[in-house]
């Protein structure tokens, strides 16, 4: 997945559409993704000027690092446990007899509340994916209804959907405060908060761009050669990159592609209008 390939691959993957004539001719060839050019330029030289240092990272970043692999890695299993959980309850109801068209209903109530945007949510960076676990501990509060919902839905474990929800929940608490302890530790190493945020940002404008690349090569009329030289370096470095982060050696577990919940189906990673920009894939 892109959102799991490292600064270095960012910058060695789209320097060639820039620094290789060759391959720079070859892009602006292609109509659909030509005019995207001067963006690539920008993003290219944003995430240069956040290239990590020689000096790597302290040894106590990276247990950091990989205690935020775990908790994230647990975050996303929870959120997927609970959206099939629900849509799992949705089939047992329409598979009753008569079907139970009430109970399907309510279920694509749940999952149109818990998941606004599919499963989505678990592609998202470690702060978005607090931040939408605090928005739905509010909204148990605040709809008695739903929590009430997912507590008549059996879990393993003698237990129901609203403990996996709960635990869901507190597994994007430790999200943020293992973030939070990041941020202190980069600060106590003079690494200057503005820093962070300025190599978050490059980030999310590499992926955009390069997802909007990827997303009208795909519709494009270009030779299938010509598409194959532009994306297959991106593609190959973004699956060893997801696994990768599935063996834990520098991510969590990869999420998984679109699929189509009760309610509302997931965002592709790489969507986008033909001449746009795709949404973050952080």
């Given at each position: 997945m892109l959102k799991h390939l490292m600064i270095e691959e960012m910058v060695a993957l789209v320097a060639p559409w820039i620094e290789d004539a060759?391959?720079?001719?070859?892009?602006?060839?292609?109509?659909e993704i030509a005019g995207l050019h001067d963006k690539v330029v920008e993003v290219h030289?944003?995430?240069?000027?956040?290239?990590?240092?020689?000096?790597?990272?302290?040894?106590?970043?990276?247990?950091?690092?990989?205690?935020?692999?775990?908790v994230d890695e647990r975050h996303d299993h929870l959120a997927k446990a609970v959206s099939y959980g629900i849509d799992a309850h949705r089939e047992h109801c329409l598979a009753e007899e008569p079907p139970d068209v009430g109970g399907a209903e309510a279920c694509d109530r749940a999952?149109?509340?818990l998941f606004p945007t599919g499963l989505a949510i678990i592609k998202a960076s470690p702060t978005a994916e607090s931040g939408n676990t605090a928005r739905i501990a509010l909204l148990l509060d605040e709809e008695p209804a739903t929590a009430a919902f997912l507590k008549a839905i059996p879990a393993p474990g003698k237990t129901t959907l609203l403990h996996t929800v709960q635990r869901w929940i507190a597994s994007g608490k430790e999200l943020a405060a293992i973030e939070h302890r990041r941020d202190a530790l980069a600060a106590k190493e003079k690494t200057a908060p503005v820093v962070n945020a300025t190599i978050l940002a490059a980030r999310n404008q590499w992926l955009r761009v390069v997802?909007?690349?990827l997303s009208n090569l795909e519709i494009s009329s270009a030779p299938a050669e010509a598409i194959e030289t532009i994306r297959g370096p991106i593609l190959k470095a973004s699956e060893r990159a997801g696994r990768r982060y599935a063996s834990g050696k520098t991510g969590g577990a990869g999420a998984e592609g679109p699929r189509q919940p009760a309610a509302a189906g997931e965002g592709g990673a790489a969507a986008g209008g033909a001449a746009g920009v795709?949404?973050?894939v952080e």
């Open positions: 060759q391959r720079k001719r070859l892009f602006l060839s292609i109509p030289g944003a995430v240069l000027a956040v290239r990590p240092s020689k000096t790597g990272v302290s040894a106590g970043m990276t247990a950091l690092n990989d205690e935020l692999v775990k999952q149109a509340s997802a909007a690349v795709s949404p973050p």
